[in-house]
């Protein structure tokens, strides 16, 4: 009897656990792109609420390649902004113009600056070359500059990325909290070693928090970057080899010249405006892709890990991020 009555009680006032009609019902049509999505992980979150727009694996560990050098960057900052342990002063003054002296133990493989061993480059350049051109020996001079070894810089890293996820836990409910513990872990600052993982839901979180500098936010949605090393007349540019990045940048540039020309913006509606991104690839990582974009105040940041080739993860970044702003 005392059954029953529970039960019916239960039954009378337990929540509905349907979705509701509306924006809810709306991001589920989004995950029904999973089928249409050939990237081993990928997500999409909103970046006012951390809320999980798409998703796909996205608690599986993964190499995430050159998404590593997001966390070099800012490791690379917050050496010139903490203050000392072993005092209450703060670090000296980070000094974009000093010359640091290429080695040979900067030469690694991959994405790289043309360079020879014992040329001079500015901290800046390399900064700027490390973000847009992915460029490894530029990422190895860098940490160097730093006076730390690269394993006390590697700990920095995995340090600050703890810290961050902790930060999510503590604060608010976002894909990680579904975690008992972290999974991203880095062996070294380039990404060319496949030990460096993260997942997608935690790397998303973590570049959320990263892409709150303004000097790595301005380096990633640069379309090139130029400069000469020391004592050279020859400008050096590198590109940025995110097509989607690109792409909006150009999308934008056509809508400044049509308002210069007609006055007014008016029927135009740019599908969103990428203001960050990041590429990577190993091929134990296969193809990677970190993008923030907006659109009408709408701030995303998404994150693609392993499509079998380049064009696919930049098609498929815009599949998403399309149909997720559609949804706004």
């Excluded at 999510?168 to 070693?193: A, W």
């Excluded at 959320?208 to 000469?228: D, M, P, Q, V, W």
Aim: charged letters at 30%; hydrophobic letters at 35%.
């Amino acid at each position: 009897m005392f059954l029953n009555l529970y039960l019916a009680l239960f039954l009378t006032f337990a929540p509905i656990t349907q979705p509701l009609p509306g924006k809810e019902k709306s991001f589920q049509q989004i995950n029904s792109l999973k089928s249409e999505i050939t990237a081993k992980s990928a997500i999409v979150i909103d970046a006012k609420n951390k809320k999980v727009l798409y998703e796909k694996n996205i608690h599986q560990p993964l190499p995430i390649a050159s998404l590593t050098k997001l966390v070099t960057a800012l490791v690379f900052l917050d050496i010139y902004s903490s203050p000392s342990k072993s005092s209450k002063t703060f670090s000296p003054k980070l000094d974009w113009e000093k010359p640091i002296t290429i080695i040979p133990q900067d030469q690694v493989e991959g994405a790289r600056l043309f360079v020879k061993s014992g040329e001079k480059i500015k901290v800046k350049d390399l900064f700027y070359s490390m973000l847009v051109g992915s460029a490894n020996n530029a990422t190895k001079a860098l940490v160097r500059s730093t006076g730390l070894s690269q394993e006390e810089f590697v700990k920095r890293m995995n340090q600050k990325t703890k810290k961050i996820l902790k930060n999510y836990l503590l604060r608010s409910k976002t894909c990680f909290n579904k975690m008992p513990r972290s999974r991203t872990f880095f062996v070294e600052p380039t990404g060319l070693n496949p030990k460096n993982i993260s997942t997608a839901c935690e790397i998303t979180l973590i570049t959320e928090r990263i892409l709150k500098n303004e000097k790595i936010r301005e380096a990633t949605s640069r379309k090139k970057y130029i400069f000469r090393t020391i004592g050279s007349k020859t400008l050096r540019t590198i590109k940025n080899t995110d097509e989607v990045l690109k792409d909006s940048l150009k999308e934008s540039k056509n809508q400044e010249t049509k308002k210069e020309s007609t006055g007014s913006i008016k029927n135009y509606n740019q599908k969103f405006k990428v203001t960050a991104g990041k590429t990577g690839y190993l091929e134990e990582a296969g193809y990677c892709l970190l993008t923030q974009a907006e659109k009408n105040k709408h701030r995303v940041i998404a994150v693609i890990l392993g499509t079998q080739n380049s064009k696919t993860r930049f098609r498929e970044m815009k599949k998403i991020l399309e149909k997720v702003f559609k949804k706004f």
